[in-house]
């Protein structure tokens, strides 16, 4: 089945740095990556989808320029928090539709990443 | 657009006994796919079951199984003989079929399987 990879699974960085996730799908091509953010024992919220070779499209009140996302090629999906602050923590999960068999195989997942930013 | 709405925070039940969730959505599209992931503790996403919407036929995948009620807009899932592996988060989400790729999801569902 299609898998994507994501590192690293949990990051602890300062305050004014930056952190790069990434999403690598393994067996297939993901022309497009969409990245979450989750609170804790919340839902899901989209932050911005990403599309290969062209400018990723973000949501209604995600600042673009603190999550630079990159999607430079067919299997890699990049996030980059930038000047990070505490109320970036949070945890990040990236998603690509595993179109292979048709839209009834839904999305896959990777598995994460929790950053906390001290 | 879509909105899904789970309308359980949270559930509780015994173990190998059955508990439902529940899920409507609003939606004007006549084709699309429901789908229920569920998030255990590790908070990865796993697919539990999928539904397409022109099939009248619930789906079924062992032990869980689906109530879907297109024209009330409803998507419930059912767990039999539960696990206490089945402890996790469920959320209910939608796909319209050719038309975007967003998944919708609803809040989830936080469910506790009780020894």
């Known amino acids: 089945g299609a898998v994507v990879s994501q590192h690293p699974s949990w990051v602890i960085c300062k305050s004014g740095t930056s952190v790069k996730i990434e999403c690598r799908s393994l067996d297939f091509q993901a022309t497009t990556m969409f990245w979450y953010r989750q609170f804790p024992k919340q839902s899901l919220m989209l932050m911005a989808t990403s599309n290969e070779g062209s400018k990723a499209t973000y949501e209604q009140g995600v600042e673009k320029d603190k999550f630079l996302i990159n999607h430079a090629s067919l299997t890699l999906s990049t996030l980059t928090v930038t000047s990070a602050h505490p109320e970036d923590s949070s945890f990040y999960i990236c998603s690509a539709p595993a179109w292979d068999r048709g839209q009834g195989d839904g999305y896959t997942f990777g598995s994460g990443t929790r950053l906390t930013v001290v | 657009a879509q909105t899904v709405t789970q309308s359980q925070p949270e559930m509780s039940v015994q173990e190998a006994e059955t508990v439902t969730l529940s899920c409507t959505y609003d939606?004007?599209?006549?084709?699309?796919?429901l789908f229920w992931y569920k998030q255990p503790p590790s908070r990865q996403m796993i697919l539990v079951i999928r539904?397409?919407?022109?099939?009248?036929q619930n789906a079924t995948e062992n032990r869980f199984s689906v109530n879907f009620q297109k024209a009330a807009k409803s998507f419930s899932l059912k767990i039999s003989d539960s696990q206490l592996g089945d402890t996790a988060m469920y959320f209910c989400a939608f796909l319209p079929i050719n038309a975007g790729n967003m998944l919708t999801f609803g809040g989830g569902t936080r469910l506790m399987v009780k020894p």
């Open positions: 939606t004007s599209e006549s084709n699309y796919y």
């Open positions: 539904q397409e919407a022109y099939k009248q």
